[in-house]
């Protein structure tokens, strides 16, 4: 997995991330961020284009796979607010209690092995005025769709570097002390609905 891991499956992610539709969500959702914001699984950089320097002071990246940092360099150069790097798991954040405004979450949600630790140390470096902005693709309401989720998440995990098709989203959320002020949730327009199924919106700290 080594080979994989480091230099195909960034690749792999970079592009698929990347696409026109997906970029289009995160649109949605990264350019409403404020102050000191921590993004949980920076990948590749790809939002870095999104921030407004107006209203971000500083971006800190939390990315635990080499490969995937080295992937970012090029967006790092061409990024319009400070960024500092975090290269730790989204279940281990360095950062003060209550030192942050914005979370941001897009894409990411779907891969941290033990979400509810990743999601409780969001909530714990999050101001009490601070927002959790999200953009994921998650469980589908069709019990239909649910179902070939549930089929098709093992192999799909092993091979999409740990990304989970079938997981609740808004309830995962919910479950680690967050309040969701705003959601809304449609299928992407391209491709299959096992994996199309976005979350979209903000919390806050209940």
């Known amino acids: ?24 969500q995160r649109r949605q959702v990264v350019p409403q961020a404020t102050g000191e914001v921590l993004e949980v699984g920076m990948g590749s950089g790809l939002n870095l284009s999104l921030y407004d320097p107006a209203k971000v002071t500083r971006v800190w990246g ?8 080295a ?22 954040i360095p950062l003060p209690n209550q ?11 779907c891969t941290i092995p033990d979400w509810h630790t ?15 902005l999200f953009c994921e693709h998650g469980r589908s309401p069709e ?27 808004d309830r ?3 479950d ?7 959601l809304h949730t449609e299928y992407m327009a391209k491709g299959p609905k096992i994996a199309g199924y976005m979350y979209r919106g903000y919390a806050v700290r209940a």
């Open 62 to 69: 939390l990315e635990p796979s080499e490969g995937m940092r």
């Open 118 to 132: 990743a999601l409780r140390q969001m909530h714990r470096v999050l101001k009490p005025t601070g927002r959790l």
């Open 143 to 169: 019990a239909g769709v649910q179902k070939w989720q549930d089929r098709i998440n093992p192999m799909w995990r092993k091979v999409a570097g740990g990304c989970n098709i079938n997981r609740p989203m």
């Open 71 to 92: 992937k970012a360099r090029r967006n790092l150069a061409r990024s319009p607010v400070p960024v500092e790097w975090l290269d730790l798991p989204g279940e281990q």
């Open 99 to 109: 030192s942050i405004d914005t979370v941001v979450l897009t894409f990411t949600l």
């Open 1 to 24: 997995m080594g080979f994989y891991a480091d230099k195909v499956l960034p690749h792999v992610i970079n592009c698929a991330c990347g696409s026109s539709d997906i970029m289009d």
């Open 172 to 174: 995962y959320i919910e």
């Open 176 to 182: 680690s002390g967050f309040r969701i002020e705003a």
